[in-house]
């Protein structure tokens, strides 16, 4: 009896010690970012979703956006849009280090959108291809959305949609 006190007097003080678990390492301190050098380097870059295609120059500046002549906010009002379109400036931290000049064409709001933020990805990862590549393709920012609208085929209503076939 008196050697099962021991055993688990020696438990609770081992608990004692260990009072906290965590995934994390305290010890090990997160790895500064290095720091970049500063680019001047002009990319260019052609990105397409659904039917939209968008012709895109990213130019080292202060972060000023002209689509079409026009400011991003008056051309995507949508504020989800304008989010979408500047994740690849977000994620690789250049936010206001480069003013983007785009011709966009075709399809919808949402397919402009889509394939100007490929745009910006891709020209931005020919700026710099050894900092930015492995963070753009992680995230998915550099391949290219493939779905798009079915034709319509001979014979059918829609894309898909055939007339119900009628036993008698």
Request: no cysteine; proline share 3%.
């Given at each position: 009896?008196?050697?099962?006190?021991?055993?688990?007097?020696?438990?609770?003080?081992?608990?004692?010690?260990?009072?906290?678990?965590?995934?994390?390492?305290?010890?090990?301190?997160?790895?500064?970012?290095?720091?970049?050098?500063?680019?001047?380097?002009?990319?260019?870059a052609v990105g397409?979703?659904?039917?939209?295609?968008?012709?895109?120059?990213?130019?080292?500046?202060?972060?000023?956006?002209?689509?079409?002549?026009?400011?991003?906010?008056?051309?995507?009002?949508?504020?989800?849009?304008?989010?979408?379109?500047?994740?690849?400036?977000?994620?690789?931290?250049?936010?206001?280090?480069?003013?983007?000049?785009?011709?966009?064409?075709?399809?919808?709001?949402?397919?402009?959108?889509?394939?100007?933020?490929?745009?910006?990805?891709?020209?931005?990862?020919?700026?710099?291809?050894?900092?930015?590549?492995?963070?753009?393709?992680?995230?998915?920012?550099?391949?290219?959305?493939?779905?798009?609208?079915?034709?319509?085929?001979?014979?059918?209503?829609?894309?898909?949609?055939?007339?119900?076939?009628?036993?008698?």
């Amino acid at each position: 009896m008196a050697q099962n006190e021991e055993l688990t007097t020696e438990a609770v003080e081992a608990e004692e010690n260990l009072t906290s678990y965590t995934s994390e390492s305290s010890s090990v301190e997160a790895a500064p970012k290095k720091e970049r050098p500063a680019l001047t380097v002009a990319g260019a870059a052609v990105g397409r979703r659904k039917e939209a295609v968008a012709r895109v120059r990213v130019v080292p500046g202060t972060g000023k956006w002209t689509i079409n002549g026009r400011e991003l906010a008056n051309y995507f009002p949508n504020k989800l849009h304008q989010q979408d379109v500047n994740e690849p400036f977000k994620i690789l931290d250049l936010e206001g280090a480069y003013d983007v000049i785009a011709r966009i064409h075709g399809g919808g709001i949402s397919g402009q959108a889509g394939a100007l933020r490929l745009g910006i990805a891709r020209s931005l990862n020919e700026i710099d291809v050894e900092n930015n590549r492995a963070t753009l393709k992680k995230a998915g920012y550099l391949s290219r959305d493939a779905r798009v609208i079915e034709r319509k085929k001979a014979g059918l209503k829609k894309a898909r949609k055939a007339q119900q076939y009628s036993k008698r």
